[in-house]
């Protein structure tokens, strides 16, 4: 078995600068459709899954991510004829050129938004949840922790489910009836594990007591000046982005034509540290990385 990746340095951070940065990203990065602020989330966010998972993360962005981009640039002018610049005409609607790049724009947002929450998957732990959310709404706490874990855990056990009917000598190996029924047998066996492990967990939370009023927990979990200091930086620059948001310097215009805003020393400094605050992790990663190396090197 392949032993699992080493926990890089943003992972380490405590649980309330890492809800804040995402926090932080998601609200700066829903604001804007300038090409430019859309090439910084998804690039910084592939960046940070190739540094996090690898090749996986480039199968995600190819096979998942990149068909979804293209559909939704392709959609958009059927439901949308605005725009001056007709390219072509179908069934008598015009497919507009400013429709299409508004797709490809919305797509490009989505897919950098969605890599970005699959960074988060592995920097929030159940743990994590519980001790961010666990005091205000116990019940949110456990939806959350139950929810950040659900697909990774489907996905290992339905490989366990596979593995244990292929030894068995029940695998698909004959025609597809034959590969659709197995595998609905699996996903049976899968739902009914779930279902029995998601009451067992209920019961066993109920047991000890959670959600209960001065019940008190356990954490490992400590706010250095290093985290401070870290949080302190991730408000800064979200406050500097915010300065280009409110005052319209980010809008673009796509109808009745494209028209981009002039590169005013605002936007600069506010697109300078949009692009700082989506490279902090991948910064704060390698630094850790390198002081690792660092100390292996001189022990």
């Known amino acids: 078995m392949r032993p699992p990746p080493r926990e890089g340095g943003f992972a380490r951070c405590h649980p309330l600068v890492t809800f804040a940065y995402f926090a932080a990203l998601v609200v700066a990065s829903v604001f804007s459709l300038h090409p430019l602020l859309l090439g910084l989330t998804f690039c910084s966010a592939l960046l940070y899954a190739l540094l996090q998972r690898g090749a996986a993360a480039l199968r995600l ?19 949308n004829h605005r725009g001056a610049t007709v390219l072509f005409y179908l069934a008598d609607n015009p497919m507009t050129a400013e429709a299409f790049l508004y797709g490809l724009a919305t ?46 855990l489907l996905k290992a056990r339905f490989g366990e489910v596979s593995m244990g009917q292929r030894c068995l000598g029940r695998g698909g190996q004959g025609g597809p009836l ?32 959670y959600g209960l009023k001065g019940r008190t927990s356990f954490h490992t979990f400590r706010f250095t000046r290093q985290d401070g200091a870290l949080l302190g930086l991730i408000g800064g620059l979200f406050a500097a982005a915010c ?24 936007f600069v400094c506010s697109a300078a540290a949009y692009g700082a605050l989506l ?21």
């Not at 490279?279 to 022990?299: C, F, H, M, N, T």
């Open 61 to 79: 962005a190819l096979l998942f991510l990149l068909p979804a981009v293209v559909l939704t640039a392709l959609i958009n002018p059927l439901f």
């Open 178 to 209: 034959s590969r659709l029924r197995v595998f609905g047998r699996e996903l049976s066996i899968l739902l009914s594990w779930s279902l029995e492990a998601a009451i067992a967990t209920s019961d066993s939370m109920e047991a000890r007591g």
């Open 107 to 152: 797509g490009v947002l989505m897919g950098g938004i969605l890599l970005w929450f699959s960074c988060m998957g592995p920097l929030f732990r159940s743990d994590k949840v519980v001790y961010l959310f666990g005091r205000v709404s116990p019940a949110l706490s456990l939806t959350l922790s139950i929810c950040l874990r659900f697909v990774p």
């Open 243 to 266: 300065t280009g948001i409110f005052s319209g310097v980010w809008e673009v215009a796509f109808y009745p034509k494209v028209v981009l805003p002039p590169a005013s020393p605002l």
């Open 279 to 299: 490279l902090l992790p991948p910064l704060i990663d390698w630094k850790g990385e390198r002081q690792w190396k660092r100390s292996a090197v001189s022990d």
